[in-house]
């Protein structure tokens, strides 16, 4: 069975968890086919084809409920979009296709349960747990990749403006 295609709506969760998502939206799979379907997506974006693909994750199992931002959908539902647990699924962003009124699949075991996993509920900004044998959407993510100049660059870079600005008073002032 070769890779499965998808297709990119080339949104960015910015800041901290910098991730591109992908969304699957057509049918309710049980975890373990949702995370063989992300594990096996391959998609074409511009001349690059991604496949380094993953469910999200919930970082921190302490928080159940509202108002939970410790899961890469919660930072992205509270955080990134302000969406509020009074308010809900106002604010879409770019992410048109997330689905109000769905849960999403996240790849986390529940340490108390092993047989569930965390989930992510769009429609109100919850966060708890179910059996993994119940069917609910999944979003794929990848790492993003954040381009951080090296301290050599940004120092010759810094001397070149410096050198540049002392040039110009130099020769506006000294002749």
């Not at 539902?77 to 969406?83: P, R, V």
């Not at 120092?155 to 050198?163: K, M, N, P, Y």
Request: glycine letters at 10%; one cysteine or more.
């Amino acid at each position: 069975m070769g890779r499965r295609q998808g297709i990119c709506n080339s949104n960015h969760i910015d800041g901290v968890l910098a991730r591109t998502t992908l969304i699957n939206k057509a049918i309710y799979m049980k975890l373990y086919t949702q995370s063989g379907w992300a594990a096996g997506l391959s998609v074409n974006f511009g001349s690059s084809v991604l496949t380094d693909w993953r469910l999200t994750t919930t970082f921190n199992q302490n928080c159940s409920g509202w108002d939970c931002a410790n899961s890469e959908l919660g930072d992205l539902w509270y955080t990134k979009l302000s969406n509020t647990k009074a308010g809900g699924f106002s604010n879409t962003g770019d992410f048109q296709n997330l689905s109000s009124g769905t849960s999403y699949w996240s790849s986390t075991d529940y340490t108390a349960n092993t047989n569930h996993a965390w989930f992510f509920n769009v429609s109100n900004g919850t966060q708890s747990h179910q059996n993994k044998g119940l069917n609910t959407f999944g979003v794929a993510v990848m790492d993003g990749m954040a381009v951080v100049p090296e301290p050599v660059s940004s120092t010759l870079f810094l001397i070149g403006v410096a050198t540049l600005g002392f040039r110009r008073f130099r020769i506006k002032y000294i002749k």
